[in-house]
């Protein structure tokens, strides 16, 4: 895939303070990739709960439905003091395909849900390494299919129906609302620095930014090696590579981010310019000053919030 030089609009800026100084604290840390598993999942939870700001409150309530590996689990946000059916967005998190769960974005949801005046259903699909491709986006797919079929009982308006996700939960929003078109209308969908082709690929991003800016080239070797168990025909995928696929022309208005300082920039913008081409409604943000998952970190990344309150406002406006 060949990068071509950027409009300067979507190049970077000095790092945030704050975020910088993080990443000076954070160097002296094991490698993620170095730790074990559960030690890895517990330390993303840490830090996503530690460095981010007060979540606004919701009404919670966890569920499970049938999936396609057994029981699957759904976290249901509702707004405080909403009435009447309500838009519903699925959220599908980040964290590799292998550390993120409903505790690592909790606090994501809730800023959705109560800015966006939505309920949201956040799917805890299962992960690798345990679980590889094709598992994620099965569970993905299969939750949208529900919560469309059931939005009445949870509270939503099934005519009003959204799905986004963060880094890997965007690209496997991207996968399942592919899937499910033209049978279920998605309203919009949200993708936050989506992964969207195989590491292998290279660009100038990965370069700029593989080391020392929080998501590094060797956590997504390892993220990647566990989601395709090493799979080398999977690489160009269009269900991996998002890239390569020629059904972007099915998804509905999408609102999509980026971040300067990210190894993923390159392959997010690239991916606008597919959408764009495909004649997908764009909405296009970039934070040139921002690192990769700066919405977790929102006490230290004033992107990291302005990229929730963007979409939120995209949400609100769009379904």
Partial sequence: MSFPRENTAFGTAPLEPAIGGFLVQAAGQPPLESLPLDVARQSYRELAGALGLQPPQA???DLAIAGPGGALPLRCYTPMGSTGPLPVLVFLHGGG???????????????????????????????????????????????????????????????RLALAGDSAGAQLAAVAAQRVAPGI??????????????????SPSYAENGEGKFLTSSVMRWFMDAYLGKDAALYQHPEVALLRSQRL?????TWIATAGHDPLRDEGLALARALAAAGVPLTQVHEASAIHACIHFTALSPAGGRLLAGLASWLRETV
Wanted: contains cysteine; hydrophobic residues 45%; glycine residues 8%.
């Fill in 249 to 253: 022309n099915t998804l509905p208005p």
């Fill in 185 to 202: 209308p998605l309203r919009g969908l949200g993708l936050i620095y989506p992964a969207a082709q195989h590491y292998s690929e290279g």
């Fill in 59 to 61: 009404l919670v309530r």
């Fill in 97 to 159: 395909w292998v550390i993120g769960d409903l505790e690592t974005h909790d606090a994501v949801c809730r800023t959705l849900c109560q800015e966006a005046g939505l309920l949201v259903v956040a799917v805890d699909y299962r992960r690798a390494p345990e679980h590889c491709f094709p598992a994620a986006p099965d569970d993905a797919e299969a939750a949208l299919r529900w919560v469309a079929a059931h939005a009445a009982e949870l509270g939503g308006d099934p005519a």
